[in-house]
T-cell receptor, first 109, second 115 residues
Framework: AQRVTQPEKLLSVFKGAPVELKCNYSYSGSPELFWYVQYSRQRLQLLLRHISRESIKGFTADLNKGETSFHLKKPFAQEEDSAMYYCALRSGAGNMLTFGGGTRLMVKP | GAVVSQHPSWVICKSGTSVKIECRSLDFQATTMFWYRQFPKQSLMLMATSNEGSKATYEQGVEKDKFLINHASLTLSTLTVTSAHPEDSSFYIC???????????FGQGTRLTVV
């Protein structure tokens, strides 16, 4: 069975500091990984997906199959980045998503 | 992006009663919708996969007679919590995709409180 692990429940950084939110997964097939973000009082929304290899709001994430990781990174955190971040894996069967436990990012001024 | 709407956003019900939560895809047709449950400070747990015109597929440990799911049309899925108990109090979230292997869009969630 697939599993997604986000080891940090809370990550607190100062504005302008680099940030890395960790995500590890276990899945026997070929994974499709996502990062979702939930800002305060808003719905969950897609931030980025590994297959698009793009940078959204300054965030990037690289799929490392050797380490089974998909860490989310941003070189200079902004206060508006404060939110709940979820790493998710989509299995081969349809669109079922398995979510990690989530990491709350707090960017302090 | 596409919009998925849930109704109601918040509901309080008495123990023993049933409550229905609706999930609608407003500007697209969704063959499949998903229902998640989120406990406070915890992640989203998939409850079931709702397939239009057929029975829902429930995850292990989810009581299908407790959580009735109906997906009568390509734009509407409903989750009915039957004979609600206080331990059913939770945040319920649905998601839908335009088609297979495309981005999933999430509803705003429904907070259920059973008193």
């Amino acid at each position: 069975a697939q599993r997604v692990t986000q080891p940090e429940k809370l990550l607190s950084v100062f504005k302008g500091a680099p940030v890395e939110l960790k995500c590890n997964y276990s899945y026997s097939g070929s994974p499709e990984l996502f990062w979702y973000v939930q800002y305060s009082r808003q719905r969950l929304q897609l931030l980025l997906r590994h297959i698009s290899r793009e940078s959204i709001k300054g965030f990037t994430a690289d799929l490392n199959k050797g380490e089974t990781s998909f860490h989310l990174k941003k070189p200079f955190a902004q206060e508006e980045d404060s939110a709940m971040y979820y790493c998710a894996l989509r299995s081969g069967a349809g669109n079922m998503l398995t979510f990690g436990g989530g990491t709350r990012l707090m960017v302090k001024p | 992006g596409a919009v998925v709407s849930q109704h109601p956003s918040w509901v309080i019900c008495k123990s023993g009663t049933s409550v229905k939560i609706e999930c609608r895809s407003l500007d697209f047709q969704a063959t499949t919708m998903f229902w998640y449950r989120q406990f406070p400070k915890q992640s989203l747990m998939l409850m079931a996969t709702s397939n239009e015109g057929s029975k829902a597929t429930y995850e292990q440990g989810v009581e299908k007679d407790k959580f009735l799911i109906n997906h009568a049309s390509l734009t509407l899925s409903t989750l009915t919590v039957t004979s609600a108990h206080p331990e059913d109090s939770s945040f319920y979230i649905c998601s839908a995709s335009l088609k297979r292997d495309t981005e999933a869009f999430f509803g705003q969630g429904t907070r259920l409180t059973v008193v």
